[in-house]
């Protein structure tokens, strides 16, 4: 391999050693141990992160539970959490360009993805959910039991969330969760991936200064096996929130099942981004290159299989595959760079292993495949043809930048092949037809439709997924349901 990458030092962020964030404090994990953070543009050590285990997450949960029932975050008025809130996005926008940088650091994603998407929308969450805290409201239902009774229903938070936070974007996945429930009234402990934890801990610094009252958010740095399975089994934890892998998703359901605690999950997927013939197909090109490549392709909601209707393939093709060709990696933290690192060299070796598979069951590998560089974990955005759906590299998620491209010829064939896997994430249509977008909008099994576009998120719209993608509805409205429970009361007036 040789070396095709640059480097770019960063001018502002300056990862520090890091500790747990407990109780409004900082202090050293109880068994003093520590973990290297790794910068996949290089494969360098940035920093050692403390690393939490049962004996923490017990001090976290301790802290978490005083400060739910404390008078000075239970009696908070809804404005002033709203207030709260607010500050956070600004204290995040104020300091968008350290934590795009420490983003990029950890992550390998370009810097002009940190500093321009996941940043501002992780501020975003926190304002969307600020105009929330003053509107989460019972009813009064008119009942026909009971006589003379005035009946009515109170929202209340669930308590101490343990909210598990993925590796691909740690500050926005952290957002999506810390923000609706605070603006519910519940405390958190938050467990950043452990391959991604430094945002997490910077995040910990702002809420000290946007005085978010001591033990209402706590950060607990480790892994999953250790903090987070003793987060998922510990009784004074009241709710699960966790973003991963389906297989990980499965293990945190059956263990939080001893208790019956509250679980969401936004799990793994295998998104069909289906191409009609009568589509923009130069454009659904370039769009589906963006859908399967941006961010290395490292997201649940990848569109990674790319059906595309049998007399429209070839010119789909010249343009997916000549762009995907002139998309190569580069440093980081270069503004031009718009593809960047893999997350770890476990991961790496996973996804090439994929690209293996894909040569060897018969798929035509047409562009890319390779790993590049001699430091560092990139690779080549990798396109194959001609496959078949029953393929591993169609039914397994890879979670790299690596497209099948699936043939179909009718209607009914592609609404099959789109929704023959395990996952219903997301799926894109492409199509002039608007009755034939709406009726496969209507016959996708996935819980996001794009027509004629791919991959738009706002943080006012539900997201998550059917099948074995997840349970539960992030953002939106729908994250209030995540972080409250219903209370019915009943007043007898005669």
């Not at 043809?385 to 039914?395: F, G, K, T």
């Amino acid at each position: 391999m040789t070396s095709r990458i640059a480097t770019i030092q960063p001018t502002k962020a300056h990862p520090k050693p890091g500790k747990l964030f407990i109780g409004g404090e900082w202090c050293d994990a109880v068994s003093g141990k520590t973990f290297p953070t790794i910068n996949p543009a290089t494969g360098e050590t940035l920093a050692h992160i403390a690393e939490a285990d049962a004996a923490d997450v017990d001090r976290a949960v301790a802290a978490a539970r005083t400060a739910f029932e404390r008078k000075d975050w239970a009696n908070i008025t809804p404005t002033k959490r709203g207030q709260l809130l607010w500050r956070l996005g600004e204290l995040i926008m104020a300091n968008a360009q350290e934590l795009a940088e420490l983003e990029t650091l950890d992550t390998g994603k370009p810097i002009s993805e940190s500093s321009k998407v996941d940043i501002p929308e992780s501020a975003d969450c926190f304002f969307y959910y600020a105009g929330w805290a003053t509107k989460i409201t019972g009813e009064t239902i008119p009942v026909s039991r009971g006589g003379n009774c005035f009946a009515y229903t109170l929202r209340e938070p669930i308590g101490v969330c343990g909210q598990i936070i993925p590796w691909n974007f740690p500050l926005q996945m952290l957002a999506w969760k810390v923000a609706p429930a605070l603006a519910c009234g519940n405390t958190v402990i938050v467990k950043p991936a452990e391959q991604t934890p430094l945002t997490a801990l910077r995040f910990g610094e702002l809420c000290i200064e946007a005085g978010v009252p001591a033990g209402v958010v706590n950060i607990l740095t480790g892994f999953g096996e250790t903090a987070g399975a003793a987060m998922v089994a510990h009784p004074g934890v009241d709710k699960i929130a966790f973003t991963g892998s389906t297989e990980v998703g499965q293990l945190i359901m059956r263990d939080a099942a001893k208790m019956l605690k509250k679980v969401s999950l936004e799990l793994g997927g295998k998104s069909p981004n289906i191409v009609f013939a009568d589509a923009d197909v130069e454009l659904a090109a370039k769009t589906a290159l963006m859908g399967i490549f941006w961010n290395q392709g490292e997201m649940c909601t990848a569109g990674s299989r790319i059906l595309v209707e049998e007399s429209a393939h070839d010119a789909f093709m010249e343009t997916l595959v000549g762009r995907a060709k002139k998309s190569q990696p580069g440093d980081p933290l270069d503004p031009k760079t718009r593809l960047g690192a893999l997350i770890t060299e476990e991961h790496i070796n996973r996804v090439m292993k994929f690209v293996e598979t894909g040569k060897s069951g018969g798929a035509s590998l047409v562009a890319g495949g390779e790993r590049i560089a001699d430091s560092g974990y990139y690779m080549q955005p990798t396109v194959f043809d001609n496959v078949e759906n029953s393929m591993a590299i169609a039914q397994e998620e890879i979670f790299g930048p690596v497209a099948s491209v699936i043939r179909f010829k009718t209607l009914e064939e592609a609404a099959h092949i789109a929704n023959a896997t395990k996952y219903g994430l997301a799926a894109g249509v492409w199509t002039r037809d608007v009755k034939k977008a709406h009726a496969f909008a209507k016959a996708i099994k996935a819980g996001t439709v794009w027509v004629n576009t791919y991959s738009l998120q706002d943080n006012a719209l539900p997201f998550g997924g059917y099948k074995m993608s997840g349970i539960g509805r992030e953002l939106g409205a729908g994250a209030i349901d995540l972080y409250t429970q219903t209370k019915s009361v009943w007043v007898d007036l005669n």
